[in-house]
């Protein structure tokens, strides 16, 4: 099969996860492997503890953050079924969510409450923005001779 360019969108993860985003426990339980019991996993102890302790602000920060991070994962795994290759601007976008930085910038400010203008300030976004694309460089180039 020819490569081709993507610039569309696969259907969103969130099928995955089903309606799990909404209740106390979100996403925690894609990662649980079959078997376990979910009330003894680390993760889902990690969720019940967070959302005590953590303000609401970071809880929804951190759920958009880490569903973004899923639906890149499967956005790539979709290109790579499909043998599609993307353009470097394309990649690049889509790289700044499958690196997972972004949940990772959330988690370091957990117990901060901190406003959605903050939050979202270009400067801010541009900072993440050029740090993760530092992170992605250094990543890449590293693992280029294992992929």
């Known amino acids: 099969m020819p490569s081709e360019t993507r610039t569309n969108h696969v259907p969103k993860a969130s099928l995955l996860v089903g309606g799990l985003l909404k209740s106390k426990h979100p996403f925690w339980f894609i990662t649980i492997p079959r078997g376990t019991a979910t009330n003894s996993h680390p993760s889902f102890r990690y969720w019940l503890n967070a959302i005590k302790t953590t303000p609401a602000s970071f809880q929804r920060r951190f759920i958009d953050s880490f569903q ?11 290109d790579r079924d499909h043998h599609c290759q993307r353009d470097i601007q394309s990649y690049l976008t889509l790289r700044r969510f499958t690196i997972g930085a972004e949940p990772s910038f959330v988690l370091n400010a957990m117990h901060m409450d901190l406003p959605d203008h903050v939050v979202s300030h270009a400067t801010l976004k541009r ?5 993760t694309d530092m992170i992605i460089l250094g990543n890449d180039i590293v693992s280029y001779d294992r992929e």
Do not use: P
């Open 127 to 131: 900072l993440e923005q050029l740090a």
């Open 68 to 78: 973004r991070y899923v639906d890149s994962v499967v956005e790539q795994s979709s």
